[in-house]
């Protein structure tokens, strides 16, 4: 036998994504032997009945028939002016259609607009908790994530100062999750400002995932980072999945604003990096200018008597009333990350206790501590079911903590 030599990537050790890893595995298995789940892993608005806006699909169908060549590799021209156009209407400064990348989405521009900036040791400032793709991307791009605590103390958003603290000489950017996937903070505009500060005094690159920008509750307002930003550089990133219900399409963005000067080679490393790989899907582009254009779709559901926002009404109450929860209240994305506390959080697990939920009482989420928090007494749930499943979720949850707090 010759010495194999198939051995994977090292740093794969260090790379984590489990709201699709080992226990969605396992849940796998429990299904095949035909055991029901309720499965709250991921923010995948189609499993749970939702369907991209028609508008958008009959955009997709009239136009499939010219979708089969590959596009430029910054997508579409006339499908980037909608992007630019609005990202303009909002106050991004020099928001043009040269700025603007379209990808497979989000995911793929996140790794891209990670690998055209970092040398092997450099930093990237991210929140804790984070959506895990930030860190691993990082990892995998030879780069070092360097967490900034959201505690649920202070409503899961960063004290500026203490971000700023993180700064090395190595430090090259700069992570923001507004609306935050899991926690559900929507950044104050004074806040943001604060941070502007920091990366602007620092040279950082501003990193604005905002995939959840059209999802707030109550009376949060999202403000975009890239208008604060000025002539600082900022990516802000964008797209179907969650604001239009279309994420199994593949279609987002990534908008670079700044003043042209500073932004040096960045521009041109991105689009090298979205030449090596063609072009997004293009079927799925076509979809953009009406998503952008047409009503809004997405406020109905988060304001009173609409969808996201009973379901969410639901979990709140039902943690208000538990015991064993305490939830700072989302504001905004698709998630609600409740703490496990009192008698059932001694000796808490939350890997055992999501695998157990699983195994005892059929409901699939995902431990808090994947996404990179230094506590292990959260779990995330999408707020994507009924209200009344999430009442039946929650009765199974408690339940399984009434067990451990009387062990
Ligand atoms: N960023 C955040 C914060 C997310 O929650 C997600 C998906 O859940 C993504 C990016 C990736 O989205 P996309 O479907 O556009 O790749």
Same mark, same amino acid.
């Given at each position: 036998?010759?010495?194999?030599r198939?051995?994977?990537?090292?740093?794969?050790?260090?790379?984590?994504?489990e709201?699709?890893?080992?226990?969605?595995?396992?849940?796998?298995?429990?299904?095949?032997?035909?055991r029901?789940?309720? $499965?709250?892993?991921?923010?995948?608005?189609?499993?749970?009945?939702?369907?991209?806006?028609?508008?958008?699909?009959?955009?997709?169908a009239?136009?499939?028939p010219?979708?089969?060549p590959y596009?430029?590799?910054?997508?579409?021209?006339?499908? !980037?002016?909608?992007?630019a156009?609005h990202y303009? $209407?909002?106050?991004?400064?020099?928001?043009?259609?040269?700025? /603007?990348? %379209?990808?497979?989405?989000?995911?793929?521009?996140?790794?891209?607009?990670? !690998?055209?900036l970092?040398?092997p040791g450099?930093? /990237?400032?991210?929140p804790?908790?984070?959506?895990?793709l930030?860190?691993?991307?990082?990892?995998l791009?030879?780069? $070092?994530a360097?967490?900034?605590?959201?505690?649920?103390?202070?409503g899961?958003?960063?004290d500026?100062?203490? /971000?700023e603290?993180?700064?090395t000489?190595?430090?090259?950017?700069?992570?923001i999750?507004?609306?935050n996937n899991?926690?559900?903070? %929507?950044?104050?505009r004074?806040?943001?400002?604060?941070?502007?500060d920091?990366?602007?005094r620092h040279?950082? +690159?501003?990193?604005?995932?905002?995939?959840?920008?059209g999802i707030t509750?109550?009376?949060?307002?999202?403000?975009?980072?890239?208008p604060l930003?000025?002539?600082?550089?900022?990516?802000?990133?964008?797209?179907?999945? $969650?604001?239009?219900?279309?994420?199994?399409?593949?279609?987002?963005?990534?908008?670079?604003?700044?003043?042209?000067?500073?932004?040096?080679?960045?521009h041109?490393?991105?689009?090298?990096?979205?030449?090596?790989?063609l072009?997004?899907?293009?079927?799925?582009?076509?979809?953009?200018?009406?998503?952008?254009?047409?009503?809004?779709?997405i406020?109905?559901?988060?304001?009173d008597?609409?969808? +996201?926002?009973?379901?969410?009404?639901? /979990?709140?109450?039902?943690?208000?009333?538990?015991?064993?929860l305490d939830? %700072?209240?989302p504001?905004g994305?698709?998630?609600?990350f409740?703490?496990?506390?009192?008698a059932a959080?001694e000796?808490?697990?939350?890997?055992?206790?999501?695998?157990?939920?699983?195994?005892?009482?059929?409901?699939?989420?995902?431990?808090?501590?994947s996404?990179?928090v230094?506590y292990?007494n959260h779990?995330?749930?999408?707020?994507?079911?009924?209200?009344?499943?999430?009442?039946?979720v929650f009765r199974?949850?408690?339940?399984?903590?009434?067990r451990?707090?009387?062990?």
């Open positions: 036998m010759p010495h194999n198939l051995v994977t990537r090292e740093r794969l050790s260090e790379v984590r994504y709201i699709r890893g080992e226990l969605a595995r396992r849940a796998l298995e429990l299904e095949a032997q035909g029901p789940l309720i $499965k709250l892993n991921i923010g995948n608005p189609g499993a749970f009945g939702f369907r991209a806006p028609e508008h958008l699909q009959q955009a997709i009239q136009n499939l010219g979708t089969d596009t430029h590799q910054q997508g579409l021209p006339a499908v !980037r002016e909608y992007i156009a303009k $209407k909002r106050g991004t400064p020099n928001a043009t259609l040269e700025r /603007v990348f %379209v990808g497979n989405g989000v995911s793929e521009l996140i790794d891209i607009s990670l !690998r055209a970092l040398n450099d930093e /990237v400032l991210i804790s908790p984070d959506y895990p930030w860190t691993a991307a990082t990892i791009n030879d780069g $070092k360097v967490h900034y605590d959201c505690r649920p103390e202070n899961f958003l960063p500026p100062a203490q /971000v603290a993180l700064i000489p190595r430090t090259r950017a700069l992570v999750i507004n609306p899991p926690s559900g903070a %929507v950044y104050p004074e806040l943001l400002v604060q941070l502007v920091v990366a602007a040279g950082l +690159l501003l990193m604005a995932d905002e995939i959840y920008d509750y109550d009376d949060a307002a999202f403000q975009p980072l890239a930003a000025g002539d600082h550089p900022c990516i802000s990133f964008g797209g179907l999945s $969650k604001v239009h219900r279309a994420c199994g399409w593949r279609v987002g963005w990534a908008v670079l604003s700044g003043e042209a000067t500073r932004l040096g080679d960045y041109h490393a991105m689009d090298l990096l979205g030449a090596l790989r072009c997004a899907n293009v079927p799925g582009q076509f979809a953009v200018p009406a998503a952008l254009s047409g009503p809004d779709t406020t109905p559901l988060c304001v008597g609409g969808r +996201l926002y009973e379901t969410r009404r639901a /979990v709140m109450d039902i943690c208000a009333g538990s015991e064993h939830l %700072v209240t504001r994305a698709l998630y609600a409740p703490a496990v506390v009192g959080a000796g808490f697990d939350d890997h055992r206790f999501a695998l157990e939920l699983m195994e005892d009482e059929g409901v699939l989420v995902v431990p808090g501590s996404f990179n230094r292990r779990f995330r749930v999408t707020l994507l079911p009924e209200a009344s499943t999430m009442r039946e199974r949850i408690d339940a399984l903590l009434g451990y707090a009387e062990s």
